[in-house]
Each structure stands twice: as C-alpha cells, then as structure tokens.
C-alpha cells in the first residue's frame, strides 16, 4: 500500500513563483507516503536566488518529514544537481516521472543558450552512447552548464535580447504544441515500456493522448499556468488541478483518472 503525490516547478525563490513557504503545500500530502518533486524545484541559474532557493527546498524536505512523508528530488534543467535521480519508474516500468527536459534537443529552445546546449549535449551523447541512462546523464550535464554561466561569454547584448523577445514567445508556443508528440517520440525510442508519463518542464500544464500514451504536465506554480498535481495510489493515477486559497494550496477538482495497472 502506497501513496505518492508528484509536484513540478515550483522555483523556489523567483519572482514569479506562488509558492513562497513549504507550509503552503503541506495539505497536499496528507495520507500520502511519499513526495516526488518532479524538477526544477529549486532555481540555480540566479546567484541571487540560488541559496535562499536551496533553504526553501531543504525547509520542505523537513516538513514533510515532519508529516512522515519522504521526499524524492528529480533533477530538472533550472536545478540539475539537487540530487542524484533524474526519473521514477512506477508499475513495473508502465508509468515513467522524470522532468522531460530531454525531449528538446536544446533543452529550451525559446532560450538564446539553445543553439550552445545542442553541441554540448551531442558531444557529451558521443563520449557516453546513446542510451535511457546516457540520455539523462548528458541533458543533466548540459543543464548545469547553462545553469553555472558556462555559456555567458555568448550572452546576447540587451538591445539583442529585445530583438529575441518575440522569435523566443513564438518558440514558447511552438514548444508549448510539439511538446507531447516529442516526449512521446522520446519515450519510444527510449523508454518503449511506459504507457503512462508524468512531466513539467514547459509551464503548461495538459493531458494527451499520443500514440496510446497518456501524457500529464502538471504545470508550475506560477505564470503562465494553473499548477496540477499527480497522486498515484497503488493501481490508480489521478489528475488533480490544484486550488489557491488564503495562501495555501489543496486539491481541487480531478482532470483525469487511470486505474491501469
């Protein structure tokens, strides 16, 4: 018996972030066994934020201990070495968590570190091969060089970055649209074995069907996207869109249900 509740993007510390106490989650875990932060919990691409981040994090690890639920940390691009663990297998390898960064073959293509991250990441695929493992070893890498400044020699000036704006708005929406059909495409090659897959990554949250995979992003706590949070309970997976009120979050309304296995 089982009960794990998964969560993405919280970013801790940013300016965009609704979430800005661990307490403001903690009705979320009741009666659940374990928390799995599915990426980009904490923000390392900002000196500023970077540390207050990490405290925020480690202040809801404990409290969660606190409530006896265990936490498991997932590596996502914006905090590539919070732990070791890049993804989750549930149901016998049937349903895969792992922040789906790797979909993108720049990571995030709206961003101008893109075009650096492919060559990277492509050097990094020929020295390890072409594997599930290797994968997620190189994207990991390739987001910790764009999280620790390892590209900012190629940082557009701020007259280039106004011309960005719109191209990069426009590769948001596009990445918004492909983003199923790549993890799908990825998962096949990759991971053949799941039917169900749990991400974040994009800031915007869905369920589709590809192929005869189910894929959920659960969001972010923040613009542009209403966060939504996955439970799965021994055979059952459920969808919840999340509910904001007096400060804190809870579950609200069910998006989905699965009981597959």
Request: glycine share 6%.
């Amino acid at each position: 018996m089982s009960k794990t509740l998964i969560l993405s993007d919280i970013h801790f510390s940013t300016s965009s972030s609704t979430v800005i106490s661990a307490e403001q989650l903690r009705q979320l875990w009741s009666g659940c066994d374990e928390l799995v932060l599915n990426g980009d919990t904490a923000e390392a691409h900002a000196l500023q934020t970077c540390e207050a981040s990490k405290k925020l994090t480690t202040s809801l690890i404990n409290l969660a201990e606190c409530d006896g639920v265990k936490t498991t940390l997932i590596c996502g691009n914006h905090d590539p070495k919070i732990s070791e663990t890049d993804f989750l297998w549930f149901w016998d390898k049937k349903v895969l968590v792992f922040h789906g960064h790797a979909a993108f073959r720049g990571l995030a293509p709206w961003s101008w570190r893109a075009k650096y991250i492919v060559k990277v990441r492509e050097q990094y695929l020929i020295d390890s091969g072409d594997g599930f493992d290797e994968q997620l070893a190189a994207i990991r890498r390739a987001s910790f060089d764009a999280a620790s400044g390892a590209f900012n020699s190629h940082r557009p000036s701020f007259l280039r970055f106004l011309l960005l704006a719109l191209p990069a708005t426009l590769h948001v929406l596009l990445g918004w649209w492909r983003f199923p059909s790549l993890i799908e495409r990825w998962v096949d090659k990759y991971a053949p074995s799941a039917k169900y897959i749990i991400v974040g990554h994009t800031h915007h949250a869905g369920i589709w069907t590809r192929n005869k995979r189910i894929i959920v992003n659960t969001g972010c706590f923040g613009f542009p996207s209403h966060p939504r949070a996955v439970i799965i309970d021994n055979d059952v997976i459920t969808v919840y869109r999340l509910r904001l009120s007096d400060g804190n979050y809870s579950l609200g309304r069910v998006c989905s249900s699965w009981k597959a296995r």
